[in-house]
């Protein structure tokens, strides 16, 4: 898909928001028509935009092919203000405090290196953070998943419920 256009990017911004939102729903609260708003969806789908399911989008399909991970040493009083700062860039999808080096984890996204790089500095300008180290993601081979999970307790759940 060559480009998105702002009804494109308002409807992947509602299927977000609302991940159960129903597409006569959708149509009316952006004021488009019902039939807009299902053709542009099912296009989004088509284009690997929406992944199957049609509620997560795929960042790489919308020009976010960079994907960093990076480790941040913190001081420990400034923590809460670390996390408070990462949650304002909008290229740091999630943060995790972990153990072992460093003390925060965090998955970032960005369209090139330099984009990276502009996200990196206001990582290192936040008060606290002392060190940062990045690891780029060459390719997903796997990307985030929960069926094998809950597939395995509902089969677990099958074979419990037949033998009582």
Request: aromatic content about 2%.
């Amino acid at each position: 898909m060559n480009k998105l256009d702002p009804t494109d990017l308002k409807i992947l911004l509602a299927l977000i928001q609302d991940p159960r939102i129903q597409i006569g729903e959708l149509s009316e609260s952006l004021g488009i028509a019902r039939n807009t708003a299902q053709s542009r969806v099912r296009r989004m789908l088509r284009a690997g935009v929406l992944r199957p399911g049609g509620r997560e989008v795929d960042l790489e399909a919308v020009g976010y092919d960079v994907v960093a991970f990076v480790t941040i040493e913190v001081s420990h009083r400034e923590l809460d203000g670390v996390v408070a700062a990462l949650r304002l860039i909008p290229q740091v999808l999630e943060v995790h405090e972990i153990s072992g080096r460093g003390d925060v984890w965090c998955r970032v996204v960005a369209t090139d290196t330099h984009n990276l790089q502009a996200s990196l500095r206001q990582v290192l300008r936040i008060k606290g953070v002392i060190r940062t180290e990045t690891v780029l993601a060459l390719h997903t081979h796997i990307p985030y998943r929960t069926e094998p999970l809950i597939s395995g307790l509902s089969n677990a759940a099958s074979a419990a419920a037949r033998i009582s």
